[in-house]
């Protein structure tokens, strides 16, 4: 089974800071194939990154993406209100990691 | 847009066919699938379906209970989920693949409730 973890689960940041979340693969995921996604509270999740490292069309570029083979970080380089949310990353297989909630200070 | 349908109430050990209606985009270009997610919880992929329809994957946990289809006349991707627990209640997303393992786009999803 190829599990995604990520961490931490919860982060507590205030606005204009930095902010790194982690995705771990049990599994070498070929072609850098990981995904992240946004979800607001009621809505449908939302692409963000692709391929590791390519941002989705409209993605502002405070947020990036890096890693390859089992170690991945999405980065938003400074938080804005809107980017309070839960992020999910996503390994080739399709499974989804746990999510890292970040919620304000 | 994608456009999910046939959701509902459904007593456990039934069936139900959950449709996705698309437009926006050329269905039949594209690789389809769908995730749940328990609400609280995280998302759950449960299967893909090809460009044409030939190729299909199903999670694990799964697979058995699922069968995936699409028709890319009508421009609809279906999932048929049999043998229906209490713990497949859940909100099911219809979504559509871009970029290779990616989920572009997503629809507003269906909630399926298993309960008797």
């Known amino acids: 089974e190829r599990v995604m973890t990520q961490s931490p689960g919860t982060l507590s940041v205030s606005p204009g800071e930095r902010v790194t979340l982690s995705c771990r693969a049990s599994?070498?995921?070929?072609?850098?194939?990981l995904t992240w996604y946004q979800q607001k509270f009621g809505q449908a999740p939302r692409l963000i990154i692709y391929?590791?490292?390519s941002r989705a069309t409209g993605i502002p570029d405070r947020f990036s993406g890096s890693g390859s083979g089992t170690d991945f970080t999405l980065t938003i380089s400074r938080l804005e209100p809107e980017d309070f949310a839960v992020y999910y990353c996503q390994g080739d297989g399709g499974s989804f990691g746990g999510g890292t909630k970040v919620e304000m200070k | 847009q994608l456009v999910e349908s046939g959701g509902g109430l459904v007593q456990p050990g039934e069936s139900l066919r959950l449709s996705c209606s698309v437009s926006?985009?050329?269905?039949?270009?594209?690789?389809m699938g769908w995730v749940r997610q328990v609400p609280g919880k995280g998302l759950e992929w449960m299967a893909n379906i090809n460009d044409d329809g030939t190729k299909k994957f199903y999670a694990d946990a799964l697979r058995g209970r699922l069968t995936i289809s699409r028709d890319n006349v009508e421009k609809s991707l279906f999932l048929q989920m049999d043998s229906l627990r209490v713990d497949d209640t859940a909100v099911y997303y219809c979504?559509?693949?871009?970029?290779?393992?990616?989920?572009?786009?997503w629809g507003q999803g269906t909630m399926v409730t298993v309960s008797s």
């Open positions: 391929g590791a490292t």
């Open positions: 979504v559509s693949s871009h970029h290779p393992g990616a989920f572009d786009f």
């Open positions: 599994h070498y995921v070929s072609d850098d194939n």
């Open positions: 926006g985009f050329t269905f039949s270009g594209f690789w």
